[in-house]
């Protein structure tokens, strides 16, 4: 992200819910009620042109497809993690992420949305559009992680190391070091309570170094116009392993067949998904969980 801006990247992945979220209720992946009321309008009506025609879709086969799954996935997941009981959801790199408003029974927990202030600041400005004033279960978190921790803005806004919570990490892992990947986990893992998960998107690092692909060259050509580079990935079919090394357990692995097979049937079954991406989901390895 460049100083001073808002994430360009997270007005585009509202860009894209709102207009999955324009598709008929049988047909649409996933909904989400206040992205179209995040993104300007001129921008909804002519990205919808692109992708409706067929044009993005050739440049980038598959990549709106995952990110509508991604959504639809995450969602499920949180809603199975709600009907458990849940104390806390942390939302990393929060972006334009809206679950926090609609979702049922979200209510009930605290929410913490964490996020680069700028991001966070222009979120406020045009959530407010629309809901006014914000849940007193969400707290706004705002953290410059160059001169900040994860550790210390949670734990000074309310957060509970006790409370059995789900962290949502969506679309963040790709932009971080290893270093920043392993020290978030290690928060996690360390400083959550017994039943507490994760959830996140990842690459293969081999899709990542393989720029012959057109939409992996197309990742390349936006990031230099966002500033938001490409830095991390795991082998394709080390997800276990590199969970269980640090201090995960019950780990799950979404890959592309399994998207397919859950959402892209009927009316979708002809919508093409792209290859090298997955989601893992785990839990605290921790007695009692």
């Not at 007193?136 to 410059?144: K, M």
């Not at 994860?150 to 971080?176: A, C, D, M, N, P």
């Not at 938001?228 to 394709?236: M, P």
Request: contains cysteine; proline residues 4%.
């Amino acid at each position: 992200m460049k100083k001073r801006q808002s994430s360009t990247t997270a007005e585009g992945m509202a860009l894209l819910r709102a207009i999955e979220s324009a598709r008929p209720e049988g047909v649409r992946i996933c909904y989400d009620p206040y992205a179209r009321a995040l993104v300007p309008g001129i921008s909804f009506t002519l990205s919808k042109l692109v992708i409706d025609s067929g044009i993005y879709s050739r440049s980038a086969p598959g990549a709106v497809e995952f990110i509508t799954a991604r959504e639809r996935y995450i969602d499920d997941f949180l809603k199975a993690c709600l009907a458990e009981s849940l104390d806390q959801v942390v939302i990393l790199g929060a972006g334009f992420d809206t679950r926090a408003y609609h979702m049922a029974g979200i209510e009930k927990t605290r929410v913490f949305e964490i996020d680069h202030p700028d991001t966070q600041a222009e979120k406020l400005k045009r959530l407010k559009k629309v809901i006014d004033p914000i849940p007193g279960h969400v707290t706004f978190v705002p953290v410059d992680f160059n001169t900040q921790t994860l550790g210390e803005r949670l734990q000074s806004s309310g957060y509970s190391e006790q409370g059995k919570t789900l962290f949502i990490w969506q679309g963040v892992t790709v932009y971080l070091t290893k270093e920043g990947v392993d020290s978030t986990l290690a928060f996690i893992a360390n400083h959550s309570g017994p039943g507490s998960a994760v959830i996140f998107d990842y690459f293969y690092n081999e899709t990542l170094r393989d720029t012959s692909r057109p939409e992996v060259k197309l990742m390349w050509r936006a990031a230099k116009v966002t500033g938001e580079g490409y830095l991390f990935g795991i082998d394709e079919g080390q997800v276990e392993p590199f969970l269980s090394q640090r201090g995960f357990r019950d780990i799950r692995n979404a890959t592309i067949d399994e998207l397919k097979r859950l959402y892209f049937t009927g009316p979708n079954a002809r919508r093409v998904l792209p290859s090298g991406v997955a989601i893992a989901s785990a839990r605290v390895n921790k007695a009692g969980a």
